[in-house]
């Protein structure tokens, strides 16, 4: 498997806690969200427990039931400003599910276009149906995006396939609309699909917004994927879905029926009221009376759980910008990780590991993203506060 992707895996255990010189451990390298910290609106749980409820538990269409299609190509028509409708919505089992099967479906098309650092899912994919991949390392200078101009002058003419992860993990920085529009356009020319993992976009911290290119759904090769892993924190319940010309979803129904045979029920009523009361936030002042108590609640805890994680990446940015070890801190826009940089490590991993021996605190290395300059490592902060200070303490004072 790809070298990344078994470096992410390994620092996603808890390898080793026995004989450690520390009682504590502060565990800042999982994608997972603390759920007594960051709770789910009561209205959400109120909906998974109505549906166990209710006995209905039968199957779907393969690409998830019209009702729920249509609540997704709502929303999704409001913020994207495209003409989305259920017949361009497909559920998955996750991003994951999602990602895999639009890799299988396109595999024959050509190259597949990584910027790097970037989560390590979709090379692996790529290896997996051996699609062909260049790796391309952003620049400091661009936050580590990709620019429209280098996907113009260094991109090769065999490129049919970029991924983009907006906003990015692990640094948490988002595309302006701007470049997502340039980089849109180029890829349109180039008749490249362009495929944009956005699971990180319910999560924009500090009034950074989340962008969409513009474009149109039936005509042009733009697929973007999403799903209740990170806003949510249910990475358990294995949702998410897709967004593409009807023509891709199409094709999709067949993979979905022959391999997760259909998206799972048992959680619609969850996806349902979701998808209404979010699209519900965008347009504040015209609520309708009968959501209107729901509509309050769902609110307060979404903008209670942002506040927490606008606190805690203050909480790091405060405490390891006092560090003269640490030369560079992402300033996350979107997510809840932050990409830092060690100086004078020549070994990521074994630092990494003497760090969690001396600290308890466990991150994971740069490699495990495809970052191939040594020293960098990502930090998770979907943590309760008092832990993480705990972990920033020791952590300091460590280095
Ligand atoms: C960028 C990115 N995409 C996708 C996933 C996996 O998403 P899902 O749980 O929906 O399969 C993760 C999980 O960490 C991620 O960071």
Same mark, same amino acid.
């Given at each position: 498997?790809?070298?990344?992707?078994n470096?992410?895996?390994?620092?996603?255990?808890?390898?080793? @806690?026995?004989?450690?010189?520390?009682?504590?451990?502060?565990?800042?390298?999982?994608?997972d969200?603390?759920?007594?910290?960051?709770?789910l %609106?009561?209205?959400?749980?109120?909906?998974?427990?109505?549906?166990?409820?209710?006995?209905?538990?039968? !199957? /779907?269409?393969?690409?998830?039931?019209?009702?729920? &299609?249509?609540?997704?190509?709502?929303? +999704? @028509?409001?913020?994207?400003?495209?003409?989305i409708?259920?017949?361009?919505?497909?559920?998955?089992?996750?991003? =994951? *599910?999602?990602? +895999?099967?639009?890799?299988?479906?396109?595999?024959?098309?050509?190259?597949?276009?990584?910027?790097?650092?970037?989560?390590?899912?979709?090379e692996?994919?790529?290896?997996?149906?051996? $699609?062909?991949?260049?790796?391309?390392?952003?620049?400091?200078?661009?936050?580590?995006?990709?620019?429209?101009?280098?996907?113009?002058?260094?991109?090769?003419? =065999?490129?049919?396939?970029?991924?983009?992860?907006?906003?990015?993990? %692990? =640094?948490?920085?988002? !595309?302006?609309?701007t470049?997502?529009?340039?980089?849109?356009?180029i &890829?349109?020319r180039?008749?490249?699909?362009?495929?944009?993992?956005?699971?990180?976009?319910?999560?924009?911290?500090?009034?950074?917004?989340?962008?969409?290119?513009?474009?149109?759904?039936?005509?042009?090769?733009?697929?973007?994927?999403?799903? #209740? /892993?990170?806003?949510?924190?249910?990475?358990?319940?294995?949702?998410?879905?897709?967004?593409? %010309?009807? *023509? $891709?979803?199409?094709?999709?129904?067949?993979?979905?029926?022959? =391999?997760?045979?259909?998206?799972?029920?048992?959680?619609?009523?969850? $996806?349902?009221?979701?998808?209404?009361?979010?699209?519900?936030?965008?347009? +504040?002042?015209?609520?309708?009376?009968?959501?209107?108590? +729901? !509509?309050?609640?769902?609110?307060?805890?979404?903008?209670?759980?942002?506040? @927490? !994680?606008?606190?805690?990446?203050?909480?790091?940015?405060?405490?390891?910008?006092?560090?003269?070890r640490?030369?560079?801190?992402?300033?996350?826009?979107?997510?809840? &990780?932050?990409?830092?940089?060690?100086?004078?490590?020549?070994?990521?991993?074994?630092?990494?590991?003497?760090?969690?021996?001396?600290?308890g605190?466990?991150?994971?290395?740069? /490699?495990?993203?495809? &970052?191939?300059?040594?020293? #960098?490592?990502?930090?998770?902060?979907?943590?309760? %506060?008092?832990?993480?200070?705990?972990?920033?303490?020791?952590m300091?004072?460590y280095?």
């Amino acid at each position: 498997m790809a070298e990344a992707f078994n470096i992410f895996n390994t620092f996603m255990n808890t390898f080793d @806690k026995k004989g450690k010189k520390v009682d504590a451990f502060y565990l800042l390298n999982n994608g997972d969200v603390d759920r007594f910290h960051f709770p789910l %609106p009561p209205v959400l749980e109120r909906a998974i427990r109505s549906k166990l409820d209710s006995r209905k538990y039968g !199957y /779907s269409r393969p690409q998830g039931n019209d009702g729920i &299609c249509k609540k997704i190509a709502q929303y +999704e @028509k409001t913020i994207s400003n495209s003409p989305i409708s259920q017949s361009n919505i497909a559920l998955t089992s996750g991003v =994951t *599910s999602g990602l +895999e099967m639009i890799l299988d479906l396109l595999k024959k098309e050509g190259t597949l276009l990584l910027p790097t650092p970037s989560y390590p899912l979709g090379e692996a994919l790529a290896e997996r149906h051996n $699609i062909p991949t260049i790796k391309f390392q952003t620049k400091e200078e661009n936050n580590y995006l990709l620019t429209a101009s280098e996907l113009e002058t260094q991109i090769d003419d =065999t490129v049919r396939l970029l991924l983009l992860t907006n906003p990015n993990n %692990p =640094t948490g920085i988002a !595309y302006s609309k701007t470049e997502l529009d340039k980089i849109k356009d180029i &890829c349109q020319r180039k008749e490249i699909y362009l495929i944009i993992d956005e699971i990180f976009s319910g999560l924009m911290l500090n009034g950074n917004s989340h962008h969409i290119p513009s474009y149109n759904i039936n005509s042009e090769k733009v697929i973007r994927l999403n799903g #209740w /892993s990170k806003d949510r924190g249910v990475a358990g319940f294995r949702i998410g879905y897709i967004v593409a %010309p009807d *023509s $891709i979803i199409r094709n999709l129904s067949e993979t979905i029926s022959l =391999t997760m045979g259909n998206a799972p029920t048992v959680f619609n009523n969850f $996806i349902s009221k979701d998808m209404l009361l979010r699209r519900l936030l965008l347009e +504040e002042g015209n609520i309708p009376e009968t959501v209107l108590l +729901e !509509y309050n609640e769902y609110k307060a805890q979404i903008t209670s759980n942002l506040r @927490k !994680y606008e606190r805690n990446k203050q909480l790091i940015t405060s405490y390891l910008s006092e560090v003269d070890r640490i030369t560079y801190l992402s300033n996350t826009m979107g997510g809840y &990780c932050m990409f830092i940089k060690f100086d004078a490590v020549s070994n990521t991993e074994s630092f990494l590991r003497d760090l969690y021996k001396n600290t308890g605190v466990l991150l994971v290395p740069g /490699s495990g993203f495809n &970052c191939t300059e040594p020293g #960098w490592a990502r930090l998770s902060f979907s943590v309760d %506060p008092i832990r993480l200070e705990k972990g920033l303490e020791a952590m300091s004072s460590y280095l």
